[in-house]
Nanobody, 127 residues
Framework: QVQLVESGGGLVQAGGSLRLSCEASGRTFSDYAMGWFRQAPGTVREFVAGISWSGGLTIYADSVKGRFTISRDNAKNTVYLQMNSLKSEDTAVYYC????????????????????WGQGTQVTVSS
């Protein structure tokens, strides 16, 4: 099991930026692909971005492409989500998640294809 702790959420004005961090512990971090999901009140949890174990592959939801950047530092056991040009519709709780090599070939967008989850960090964008 991988323990995940998110940080960096907060309140920001529309057009602003935030960087979320997720620190992992418990297993070899570089063995896992990582992802970010988000969930707004009354909605389902949705995929935001994913990154392969090496960082060589990244994937984004259409709604954030060009504005958000996912990255990882395996030496620090941390994955990041840089969020720029934030919009009010980006307001949600953001969750960090991991997926093991056993999930290779499965859809990145399906939350059922992930193994461990953080507790979430709130991002609120005011218009």
């Amino acid at each position: 099991q991988v323990q995940l702790v998110e940080s960096g959420g907060g309140l920001v004005q529309a057009g602003g930026s935030l960087r979320l961090s997720c620190e992992a512990s418990g297993r070899t971090f570089s063995d896992y692909a990582m992802g970010w999901f988000r969930q707004a009140p009354g909605t389902v949890r949705e995929f935001v971005a994913g990154i392969s174990w090496s960082g060589g592959l990244t994937i984004y939801a259409d709604s954030v492409k060009g504005r958000f950047t996912i990255s990882r530092d395996n030496a620090k056991n941390t994955v990041y989500l840089q969020m720029n040009s934030l919009k009010s519709e980006d307001t949600a709780v953001y969750y960090c998640t991991s997926r093991s090599g056993l999930r290779h070939g499965t859809s990145w967008l399906d939350l059922n294809n992930y193994d461990d989850w953080g507790q979430g960090t709130q991002v609120t964008v005011s218009s």
